[in-house]
C-alpha cells in the first residue's frame, strides 16, 4: 500500500521541505520500519524548496496476513491469499500512518513547532483506494472537509471489458490544511471508505482511531454514516455507541442483511409493522392458544405473539441457528422466569422436513417464507405444514407481485429480495390456497395488508387457513 | 386347593409385576431367575436418588426413576421385571399403562406367603427393618390384589402361595406367536387372493409349485405366506380356503389375518356383523359344503396371528402393513393396526377410511410387506411393498419371491367385483416421499460399507440443515454430493509446493501397482443427474414436475439459475447417450455423472470479480506506482535499491497470476461456449458405476465425447505402472509440460477406483496442482522463497480424512439409491456429505 502527501510552496510557508520537519523524517533519508504485517518505508520522491513529496510505502507481508487468525470466533475467519489488502488503503494504512507519522497526528514539532498550526497546500496521492459506495461517498466525505477531490476508476481486467470497473479507485485529494489535520482525515476516513473489517487493530484502538476525528467529526454532515461504518464489525451496545458520539443515531449498527435491504425497499410503507400487526390480530381473532411461527428470525414475531393473553406458548422455528441465537438474545430468554420460560421455545428446523415437534399447535405463522422455497418443492411444504403439523389455523403471508410497480427503487421484473425464489400475483396466490385446502381438508379467507390498491391490490397478502369446514374461514 | 405351581410361562418381550409384601422372597426369586440387569427395584431407585435404599422419603422420586427406566426398557422391547411392593392397585396403574404404551404383554406374580414367614424375613434382615404393622397392611393388600390383577389387563397372573412353591417354581420364557426370526425361508408372499382361485393356481405355478399335490408343496422347499383376505368377493373362496388351510396344516405355506378373516370369523361364531364387502359371497360357498368345512374354516381363521417377523429380523409381513414400533409387540392395537391401519374414521369421496401414510414414515431396517389396500402395481416405498393388486377388481395377483424381492404376478382372468374406487386413477399421483428432520438433525452415525461407522457430529448437521433446505436442489434429485479431494503431499523440492512426486509415491506405499493421472480442468464441478425423459424421471426420482434432471454444484446448489438453460443442456446430453447408444448397453433410462463445467468464469464469476480479477487490479495498480516513487527518489540519491528489485519483483509476479487467472475464463452466452468434461459416470439402474475401473469410465465417455464434441471436452489421461520408472518419469513430464502453460494440473487415482488395504479406504484420488494455477490459490507471489517455505507448513491430515469420509458417504448414497432403500437412507449419507463439508478445513487446500 502507498500514499504519498505533497506540500506546495506557499506565502505563508514558503519553504515546501518543511513537510520533512513536520514528519520527523529527512528528505534524503529513508526511514524503515517494522508494522508487524510488513516493513513499512517513508521516502522523498521529490524535495524542493517548491514542492516536496513523502511517500509512505508498505511491503506488505501476503502470508502473514492469511497465517494469523482474525476476529474473535477464530477457525472460519482464515483471510484468502488472494487478497487485496496488500495492495489497498484500508485500516492497515491508517496503523502505518500511526506508526509512522505518529508525531504529526499528534501535533508535536519539536524543532518548528510554529509550524504545526500552518495551513499548508497539501496533496494526497493515493493510488489503490476501495470506496464502498464509489466516488458518491468518496466526494460526500472529503468535500466537506475543504478537498479539491479527483479520482479515476480502476478497471478490472482490460482483457475483459465486460467485467466492468473493479471496486478501487486512484484518487488525488488537494486542500489547504494543516499537516495534523489532513493525517486526522485520512486517517479516519481511508477505513470508512473500505468499510471492511479491521484488521490488525484492536478493539480498544478503534475508539482511539474514532477519536482523531474530535475536532472536526462532530460538524461533518456525514459524521453519523462515517461511525455506523466504523463501528459496525464490532459487537457493540448501545451504551458504548452513545458514549463514543453524543447525539448521534444510536439505532442498532448491526450487519446490514438482505433483510434489511428488503425493508428498504418496503420502508416507505413500515410495512413490516403493518404484517406484524395484520398476522398477531388474525392470531388473537383464531383464539390464540398455543401458536407455532415458522420461520421466526430473530424473533420479532414471536416477541409480539407473547405479550398477547390469549397466546399460550410460541414455538419458533427457524433453519438458521445464528437466527436463533439472536432471537435468544432479543428476547432475553435467559433472564425469564421459569413460568414465562415455559411459554417460549425456539428450535432449530425447515418446512421440507416432517417433524413432530410441530404437531399439536393451534396456530402456526408462516410469514414471508414461501417466497424463499423452491416452488418445485412447495409440495413438499404445503404436506409438512398442512398434512403432518396440521395446526388448526395457518396464516400465510407473502409478497403480492403486481404491487411492486409502487416500489420506486426496483427496477421492472426483479424481485423484493435476492432470495426470493418467486413472487406471486394474487390469481397465483389463491390457486395454491385452494389447492392446498383441497389437499389436506382446510377453508381460507384471504385479507390485504398494506394499502390495498384499486388495481394491484395490497403490497402483502395474507391467506388465513382454517382446519375443516366449521372453521372461521 | 387348587394344584401347585410348578411353572411359570412368561412372553419374553414383556412386563414382569411382582406383587408381595415386603420380606415376601421378591429379591430372592428375582436374582434367582432373572438378570440383574432385567429387573428393576424400588430399593435400588431409592439408592440411586438419595445414597440410600431405606429411605422412605424420596418415593416420589426413586417411582418416577423406576417408571423411566421401565419405560425406557419397554420401547426396547426388553425383557423387564418390577421388584416393588405394588401391593396397591394405583401402585400397579402405571405400570400397565407402561406396557400399554409399548405394547407389550404384563404379567403379574403374587407372592401370597403366610405373614409370619414375611416378619420372620424381614426381622433377619441385618439393614433394615420395617415396622410390622407395615408388612401386616401389605400382606392383607396382597391378598386382595391377587383377585384383581386379571380385570387390571395383566394377561397372566401367577401366585406363589407357599415358601415350597418359592423354591420349586420354574421360570420360563416364551416366545410370542408373532416371533418367527428363526425361519429363514425362502418364501413367496402373496396379496390379497379375495376367492380368486384360477389365479392363485395360475401364480402358484408360475412361482414353480406342484399345484397337483397334496399340500401344494414347491420342489425346493420354498414356502407361501398369505398375506391375509384370502376370503370374501371372489367366486373361489372355498376353494382358496382348501389350498391355504391344506398347505398351512402341510407346513408348505403361513399366513396371516386378514380383516376380512376377523370378520368371516366373528360371523362364522355366531355374532352380529354386517353381512357386505362381499363376505356374502363367503358365507354362501361356505355354507354349500358339509357343515364340518364351516367348522374348521371357524377354527382355521380363529387360529391366524396379526403378524410375522421372519428371517432374523428382516421381513415383516402383516395385512395392512404395521409401523416399526409395533413389529412383534403384542395387543388389540397392533392387531387392529395389523388388519385395518391407521384409519382415524375419517372416509374419501367413496366411503372408504382414510388410512394414514404410515409407509411414508417407515425408516425400519426390515422389510414390510402387506396388502390390504389395492394398488396399480407393486412398488417399494421405504423398505415397504404393498402387494394388493386388486386381483378381484379385474387386476392382478402378485407374488413376491423373498430374499430375492423378485415381482411375480397374474392377470386376472375377470372384473369379479366392481371396484368401490377406480383401481387405477386417471393421474397415478405418488405421494411425495417425505423426510422427517429426525433423519438428519442432531448427532448420526452412519454405516458405509467403504468406511465403517462414521459419525456426524450434531453442530454439523445444523449447520447443513440450512444450506439443504434453503439453497440446495431437491432431495428426491440429490442422491448425490461430490467429496472434497486431498492434495499430495507438500513437495520437497525447492521450487514447487506440488509435485506428482508424492502422488507417485503415496500410491506406490498402499502397495497399488496402476494408477492412472487424469487432466484437472479448472472449471467448476457440477454433477449431471438426470433421466432419459420426465416419466423416467417420476417413476426413478418420484419427482412430479416436467424436469427430467438436475446440474448440480458440489454443495448441492442448482448450478444454473435459469431451469431452461439446465434443461437444454441436459437435451445436448441426452441426445449424445442416445447416440452412443449407452442407455441401451448399461440398461437404464437414467444417469449420474461426475463432471466439471467450463468456463470457471461461468459458475465462479462473481468469485472472479470480487476477489480474483480485483486483487490483480489493485496490485498491478499499485506496485507500478510503488516503483516510479521509488525510482524518483533513488534518482535523488536515496539508497532504496533493494526495495525497487522486491517490488518489481512482485510486479512480476502479479503479472503472471492475472495471466493465470485469465487461462479459465472465457466469455459464454447463454450455452454457447460452456463445455462439459465428464470423468466418472457414477450410478445408473442397478448398479453403482463408480466401482467400475477408470478405463471403463473413460471408454464410456469418449464415446459420448464423438458424439458432442463442442459440448464435451475430453480428459486427458494416462495410465501408470508404478513399477515402471520411466512411465512415471514421463508422466510427471507431462504433468509439467501442461502447467507449465496453465493447466490447473492432474488428479492421479489407483486405477481400480475403489481400492482398500489393510489399512482401510485408499485415498480414491489425489490432486497435483500445477505450479502457475496454485498462484490463485495461495496468492499472486507465493512462489518467492521466503513465501514458499512458510507455505509448506499446510497440514493435510484433515482434509485427507475429510476426503475419504466423504467419498465413502457418497457411495454408501449411491448404493443405497441403486438398491431402491428409503430415500431418507440416500438423503443422510448426502447430508452427511456437507455436514463434513462444514467441518472448518483450510479451503485452499
Known amino acids: ?473 | 386347593m387348587r394344584d401347585e405351581l410348578d411353572t411359570i410361562e412368561l412372553p419374553e418381550v414383556g412386563l414382569v409385576v411382582l406383587v408381595g409384601a415386603s420380606g415376601s422372597g421378591k429379591s430372592t426369586f428375582a436374582k434367582k431367575h432373572f438378570l440383574p440387569t432385567e429387573v428393576v427395584s424400588s430399593d435400588q431407585c431409592r439408592a440411586l436418588v438419595s445414597d440410600d435404599e431405606n429411605d422412605q422419603t424420596v418415593t416420589q422420586q426413586a417411582f418416577a426413576l423406576l417408571h423411566d427406566i421401565v419405560d425406557k426398557r419397554l420401547e426396547l422391547g426388553k425383557f423387564t421385571v418390577v421388584d416393588a411392593t405394588n401391593v396397591k392397585p394405583q401402585d400397579r396403574k402405571p405400570l400397565v399403562d407402561l406396557a400399554r404404551t409399548w405394547d407389550v404383554l404384563a404379567s403379574a406374580i403374587a407372592f401370597d406367603l403366610p405373614l409370619d414367614v414375611c416378619s420372620a424375613h424381614n426381622a433377619a434382615r441385618p439393614d433394615r427393618h420395617t415396622p410390622e404393622h407395615a408388612i401386616k397392611r401389605q400382606h392383607k393388600g396382597v391378598r386382595k390384589s391377587v383377585r384383581y390383577l386379571r380385570k387390571e389387563r395383566f394377561r397372566r397372573v401367577y401366585t406363589i402361595g407357599s415358601l415350597a412353591e418359592l423354591d420349586n417354581v420354574a421360570v420360563e420364557r416364551t416366545t410370542l406367536f408373532t416371533d418367527k426370526r428363526d425361519d429363514h425361508g425362502p418364501f413367496d408372499i402373496i396379496g390379497d387372493v379375495h376367492g380368486c382361485h384360477t389365479e392363485l393356481i395360475t401364480l402358484l405355478d408360475e412361482l414353480g409349485y406342484d399345484t397337483k399335490a397334496s399340500p401344494i408343496s414347491h420342489p425346493e422347499g420354498r414356502r407361501v405366506i398369505f398375506l391375509g383376505d384370502l376370503v370374501d368377493r371372489g367366486p373361489g373362496v372355498a376353494e382358496v380356503l382348501d389350498v391355504a388351510m391344506s398347505m398351512v396344516e402341510g407346513e408348505t405355506a403361513l399366513c396371516i389375518l386378514g380383516n376380512h378373516e376377523n370378520k368371516l370369523s366373528r360371523a362364522l361364531a355366531g355374532r352380529d356383523v354386517q353381512v357386505t364387502h362381499g363376505l356374502a359371497e363367503s358365507l354362501e360357498q361356505i355354507d354349500a359344503r358339509p357343515p364340518e368345512f364351516r367348522e374348521k374354516v371357524a377354527t382355521f381363521v380363529d387360529g391366524l396371528i396379526s403378524h410375522y417377523v421372519l428371517d432374523g429380523g428382516d421381513l415383516v409381513v402383516a395385512h395392512a402393513g404395521l409401523p416399526e414400533r409395533y413389529h412383534n409387540r403384542s395387543s388389540g392395537r397392533v392387531r387392529s393396526l395389523a388388519m385395518y391401519g391407521d384409519t382415524n374414521g375419517e372416509t374419501d369421496e367413496y366411503g372408504l377410511p382414510v388410512r394414514y401414510p404410515w409407509a411414508e414414515d417407515y425408516r425400519g431396517t426390515a422389510s414390510v410387506v402387506y396388502g390390504h389396500t389395492p394398488v396399480p402395481a407393486a412398488g417399494w416405498v421405504n423398505n415397504t411393498i404393498c402387494l394388493d393388486t386388486g386381483s378381484v377388481f379385474g387386476g392382478t395377483l402378485t407374488a413376491l419371491r423373498w430374499p430375492e424381492k423378485e415381482l411375480v404376478s397374474v392377470d386376472a382372468e375377470d372384473e369379479y367385483y366392481e371396484p368401490i374406487r377406480p383401481l387405477v386413477d386417471e393421474e397415478v399421483e405418488r405421494p411425495p416421499l417425505l423426510l422427517d428432520v429426525n433423519d438428519v438433525l442432531g448427532k448420526h452415525i452412519i454405516e458405509t460399507e467403504l468406511a465403517g461407522r462414521l459419525t456426524i457430529e450434531a453442530e454439523r448437521s445444523s449447520a447443513a440443515l440450512e444450506v439443504m433446505s434453503r439453497f440446495a436442489t431437491d432431495p428426491r434429485w440429490l442422491v448425490y454430493l461430490p467429496p472434497t479431494m486431498a492434495p499430495v503431499s507438500t513437495s520437497k523440492r525447492p521450487d514447487y509446493l506440488e509435485h506428482p512426486d508424492e502422488a507417485f509415491s503415496y500410491y506406490r506405499k498402499t502397495g497399488i501397482s496402476q494408477v492412472v493421472c487424469e487432466e484437472k480442468h479448472m472449471g467448476s464441478r457440477a454433477v449431471l443427474i438426470f433421466a432419459k425423459d420426465s416419466d423416467a424421471a417420476q417413476a426413478r426420482f418420484g419427482i412430479t414436475n416436467e424436469a427430467a434432471g438436475v446440474i448440480v454444484t458440489r454443495t448441492g446448489r442448482p448450478f444454473f439459475n435459469d431451469i431452461t438453460l439446465t434443461a437444454s443442456l441436459l437435451d445436448r446430453v441426452r441426445a449424445a447417450i442416445d447416440a452412443a447408444g449407452v442407455w441401451e448397453s448399461l440398461s437404464t433410462d437414467w444417469l449420474i455423472i461426475d463432471a466439471e463445467l467450463l468456463p470457471w468464469s461461468a459458475k465462479a464469476k462473481e468469485l472472479l470479480q470480487q476477489q480474483y480479477a480485483a486483487t490483480g487490479a489493485a496490485a498491478s495498480t499499485m506496485l507500478p506506482a510503488a516503483a516510479e516513487a521509488l525510482s524518483a527518489a533513488i534518482d535523488r540519491g536515496v539508497d532504496l535499491a533493494d526495495v525497487k528489485d522486491r517490488i518489481e519483483g512482485r510486479s512480476a509476479h502479479v503479472d503472471k497470476y492475472i495471466d493465470a487467472y485469465r487461462q479459465y475464463c472465457w466469455d459464454v452466452d447463454a450455452l454457447d461456449g460452456i463445455e462439459i468434461a465428464p470423468f466418472q459416470i457414477l450410478a445408473a439402474e442397478g448398479e453403482v458405476l463408480a466401482k467400475k475401473p477408470h478405463a471403463w469410465h473413460l471408454d464410456v465417455i469418449d464415446s459420448l465425447i464423438e458424439n458432442a464434441p463442442d459440448l464435451l471436452r475430453p480428459t486427458w489421461r494416462r495410465f501408470v505402472n508404478l513399477a515402471d520408472d520411466d512411465q512415471i518419469a514421463e508422466a510427471t513430464e507431462w504433468w509439467v509440460e501442461q502447467t507449465e502453460v496453465g493447466g490447473e494440473g492432474m488428479v492421479v487415482k489407483p486405477s481400480d477406483s475403489i481400492v482398500t488395504n489393510k489399512r482401510g479406504l485408499v485415498l480414491p484420488g489425489v490432486k497435483c496442482r500445477g505450479r502457475e494455477y496454485l498462484r490463485i490459490i495461495y496468492g499472486p507471489e507465493y512462489l518467492e522463497p521466503a513465501n514458499l517455505d512458510r507455505l509448506r507448513e499446510r497440514s493435510l491430515g484433515r482434509k485427507t480424512s475429510l476426503a475419504r469420509r466423504e467419498f465413502a458417504l457418497g457411495i454408501e448414497g449411491l448404493e443405497r439409491f441403486v438398491n431402491r432403500e428409503h430415500l431418507f437412507g440416500t438423503h443422510e449419507c448426502v447430508f452427511g456429505v456437507l455436514a463434513l463439508e462444514s467441518e472448518p478445513v483450510d479451503p485452499r487446500l
Not at chain 1, 521516502?43 to 508498505?58: D, H, N
Not at chain 1, 468535500?143 to 467485467?163: I, Q, R
Request: aromatic share 6%; charged share 25%; proline share 5%.
Open chain 1, 1 to 473: 500500500m502507498l500514499v504519498s502527501i505533497t506540500a506546495m510552496a506557499t506565502d505563508t510557508v514558503p519553504d515546501a521541505t518543511n513537510l520533512g520537519y513536520l514528519l520527523h523524517k529527512h528528505p534524503d533519508r529513508v526511514r524503515s520500519v517494522d508494522v508487524g504485517f510488513g516493513r513499512a518505508h517513508v521516502f522523498y520522491p521529490e524535495s524542493s524548496a517548491e514542492q516536496c513529496t513523502a511517500t509512505l510505502l508498505v511491503e506488505v507481508d501476503p502470508i502473514s496476513l492469511s497465517r494469523t487468525r482474525t476476529g474473535s470466533k477464530g477457525a472460519q475467519t482464515l483471510e484468502p491469499y488472494v487478497n487485496d489488502r496488500p495492495y489497498v488503503a484500508s485500516s492497515m494504512l491508517s496503523v502505518a500512518l500511526g506508526r509512522l507519522y505518529g508525531s504529526a497526528l499528534a501535533g508535536n514539532c519539536e524543532n518548528r513547532p510554529e509550524l504545526v498550526d500552518q495551513p499548508l497546500d497539501l496533496e494526497v496521492s493515493l493510488p489503490v483506494v476501495p470506496v464502498r459506495g464509489g466516488e458518491e461517498v468518496l466526494r460526500s466525505l472529503f468535500e466537506p472537509l475543504g478537498y479539491a477531490v479527483a479520482c479515476d476508476v480502476v478497471a478490472l481486467d482490460e482483457e475483459f471489458p465486460s467485467w466492468g470497473d473493479s471496486p478501487y479507485l486512484s484518487v488525488t485529494l488537494s486542500s489547504k490544511q494543516t499537516l495534523q489535520r489532513c493525517l486526522e482525515h485520512l486517517y479516519v476516513l481511508l477505513p470508512v471508505m473500505d468499510d471492511r473489517k479491521h484488521y490488525w487493530i484492536g478493539e480498544e484502538e478503534i475508539e482511539k482511531l474514532l477519536r482523531r476525528g474530535g475536532e472536526w467529526l462532530p460538524e461533518h454532515p456525514k459524521a453519523d454514516f462515517i461511525t455506523k461504518r466504523y463501528l459496525r464489525f464490532r459487537s457493540l451496545t448501545r451504551e458504548a455507541l452513545a458514549q463514543l458520539a453524543d447525539g448521534l443515531d444510536d439505532t442498532d449498527a448491526a450487519d446490514e442483511t438482505n433483510d434489511a435491504s428488503e425493508q428498504a425497499i418496503e420502508r416507505p410503507l413500515s410495512l413490516n409493522d403493518e404484517r406484524m400487526h395484520a398476522v398477531v390480530g388474525a392470531v388473537v381473532a383464531a383464539g390464540g392458544g398455543r401458536v407455532v411461527d415458522l420461520g421466526c428470525g430473530e424473533g420479532n414475531l414471536v416477541r409480539r405473539l407473547l405479550a398477547e393473553g390469549s397466546v399460550s406458548e410460541v414455538l419458533g422455528v427457524d433453519v438458521s441457528i445464528g437466527a436463533l441465537d439472536k432471537a435468544e438474545k432479543r428476547l432475553h430468554l435467559d433472564e425469564m422466569s421459569e413460568r414465562r420460560r415455559e411459554q417460549v421455545h425456539l428450535i432449530q428446523g425447515a418446512l421440507t422436513y416432517t417433524d413432530d415437534r410441530l404437531r399439536g399447535f393451534d396456530v402456526a405463522t408462516v410469514i414471508e417464507v414461501i417466497e424463499h422455497v423452491d416452488e418445485e418443492r412447495l409440495d413438499i411444504l404445503s404436506r409438512v405444514l398442512f398434512g403432518d403439523a396440521a395446526p388448526g389455523t395457518v396464516i400465510v403471508t407473502t409478497p403480492n407481485v403486481e404491487y411492486n410497480v409502487h416500489f420506486p427503487k426496483l427496477s421492472v421484473g426483479t424481485l423484493r429480495h435476492r432470495d426470493h425464489r418467486f413472487e406471486w400475483t394474487r390469481a397465483e396466490f389463491t390457486t395454491w390456497a385452494e389447492q392446498v385446502c383441497s389437499d389436506y381438508g382446510y377453508t381460507v379467507a384471504f385479507g390485504p395488508i398494506g394499502p390495498d390498491d384499486a388495481a394491484t391490490g395490497p403490497p402483502t397478502q395474507m391467506a388465513v387457513f382454517s382446519k375443516g369446514t366449521g372453521g372461521a374461514g
